[in-house]
């Protein structure tokens, strides 16, 4: 059985939101301490090599072999060299006792570890065969003069900020922060502290939608609860649209007769995208509210939650101006069976854990209902099934590890 012809198929509609993402225009420069998380707005090419010279990978001695094939008893050891000094030239078949990071003295091709020598009255004797070169990191290796370092729409992680401190570079140029509006529809809805009205339910859209936009390293405008009222949501939309660069909701995207967001949307703007072949997700909308991007997510928990992992978490890293948002699967054994094919692309809940032989294989959460915020709380990673596609136990599927798509 095929979708419906009015839902677009996953990969469509990620594409067609993807190529509506335009990066932010304006950029600022901040130095490292600053800089996490952000996205580099200009390339970096290094200004020096690294290392700056060649030293040594080791604590031990530097040592002038003149001959490997006739080498000495032993090398006398004729200077001392730390990390952060520069030593003497050595003369053939003689030794520098040298720390890691230390300059190589000139004449010397071999590094030998401490612990394969023994010292035996200002002289050392090797214990262990050797090579010429080993141990000696060469200039430049790492990192050459005028080489590329990181390339525009990186976004910066600690590992980024160290190397590009290990090359002298101080401040970056990125772009700005991403300026994020977020609210939630429904008149069911209650804030965590609060009691329970008859036929409420607690916002727990709010807790994750937030704690995502700040792991991205968005500026967030929480506009709260929105009630159901048409007029109430034009009124949070134009707000929303004149104060940042992308607004989100959740809820109100559907079809009921309670379901504001969408006509809102399409009387303000424009709705450019509006239902998805996919499970969980399906009444994902993506339009314009004057110059702001909107994506309204969907009101179930899991729904809006698989949403904005699969389709709003990329639609902003390109926004915040970052290159590359593939998903990135990896491959494992199903320890389940899924006899209840869909016509949609279905994103089911697992955990990668030993089975009874002692191999990893993927378990399934027993309940798939979109409203299981349980099974998100367990799961590490989603199964990626296609349209009408079953499991059987030892299948071989693909799926997306959780700590990636939320980290």
């Not at 500026?219 to 009630?227: E, K």
């Not at 909701?249 to 079809?255: K, L, P, Q």
Request: charged residues 20%; neutral net charge.
């Amino acid at each position: 059985m095929k979708p419906r012809a009015n839902l677009l198929n996953f990969e469509e509609a990620r594409e067609r939101l993807l190529a509506a993402a335009a990066p932010l225009s304006s950029i600022e420069t901040l130095p490292l301490l600053q800089a996490q998380g952000r996205v580099l707005a200009q390339a970096v090419t290094s200004p020096l090599n690294v290392p700056g010279f060649d030293n040594s990978a080791m604590d031990g001695y530097a040592l002038n072999v003149a001959d490997l094939n006739a080498l000495p008893d032993a090398f006398a050891v004729v200077q001392r060299i730390a990390a952060g000094q520069t030593g003497t030239a050595i003369a053939a078949n003689t030794a520098a006792r040298i720390f890691t990071g230390a300059p190589i003295p000139e004449g010397a091709n071999v590094v030998v570890p401490q612990e394969n020598t023994q010292d035996e009255n200002g002289a050392i004797k090797l214990t262990h065969a050797i090579q010429l070169h080993q141990h000696i990191r060469r200039k430049g290796e790492d990192i050459t003069l005028g080489g590329a370092v990181l390339a525009a729409g990186q976004r910066l992680g600690a590992q980024h900020l160290a190397m590009l401190a290990s090359i002298g570079v101080a401040s970056v140029s990125v772009f700005a922060w991403l300026k994020v509006g977020v609210f939630f529809t429904g008149d069911e809805l209650t804030e965590p502290g609060q009691p329970l009205a008859p036929g409420a339910i607690y916002n727990s859209n709010r807790y994750a939608i937030n704690g995502l936009l700040k792991q991205l390293g968005c500026a967030i405008t929480d506009y709260g609860i929105v009630r159901d009222s048409a007029q109430a949501t034009r009124e949070a939309l134009q707000r929303a649209a004149a104060e940042n660069d992308v607004i989100i909701t959740c809820g109100g995207v559907s079809v009921g007769e309670e379901d504001h967001v969408k006509g809102a949307v399409q009387a303000l703007g424009v709705l450019a995208l509006w239902q998805i072949s996919m499970k969980p997700g399906k009444p994902l909308a993506y339009g314009k509210v004057g110059a702001a991007d909107f994506i309204g997510l969907p009101g179930n928990p899991v729904s809006s939650f698989v949403t904005f992992l699969l389709m709003a978490r990329p639609f902003l890293l390109k926004r915040m101006g970052a290159q590359e948002v593939p998903l990135r699967y990896l491959t494992a054994t199903a320890d389940f069976n899924w006899p209840r094919p869909d016509k949609r692309r279905e994103f089911l809940r697992v955990k990668l854990e030993q089975d009874a032989s002692g191999h990893s294989a993927l378990q399934l959460w027993p309940n798939q209902g979109s409203g299981v915020m349980s099974s998100l709380a367990w799961a590490d990673g989603l199964v990626d099934l296609a349209p009408e596609t079953v499991i059987t136990k030892g299948d071989k599927v693909r799926y997306l590890s959780l700590s990636e798509l939320l980290h």
